[in-house]
């Protein structure tokens, strides 16, 4: 589950990811061979980066940049 995949891919727990990790994990939900970072890492920033602007098309986040990181888009909860 959530809980091998975050420790397995992030080392990490769920709760101490980022946005764009768990956009990654989602995007494995579709075809997990076809988007496994380690296997195909450019498929994986595809879906991860469908599923980060799917979020954000339905108000569940908020997409800025951030010059103190040298200008990335950083994705926020949007909390209604």
């Known amino acids: 589950g959530i809980q ?3 420790h397995y891919y992030f080392d990490k727990t769920p709760m101490e990811l980022q ?3 768990m956009a990654t994990l989602i995007g494995l939900l579709k075809e997990t ?4 970072p380690e296997r195909n890492p450019k498929g994986s920033v595809n ?3 469908l599923a980060l602007r799917n979020r954000c098309e ?7 940049q951030d010059q ?3 200008w990335f888009i950083v994705y926020t909860p949007q909390f209604t």
């Open 58 to 64: 339905e108000g569940y986040l908020r997409k800025s």
């Open 47 to 49: 879906r991860r980066n």
């Open 68 to 70: 103190s990181k040298g």
């Open 4 to 6: 091998t995949a975050s």
């Open 19 to 21: 946005v764009e990790e």
């Open 33 to 36: 061979s076809q988007y496994d």
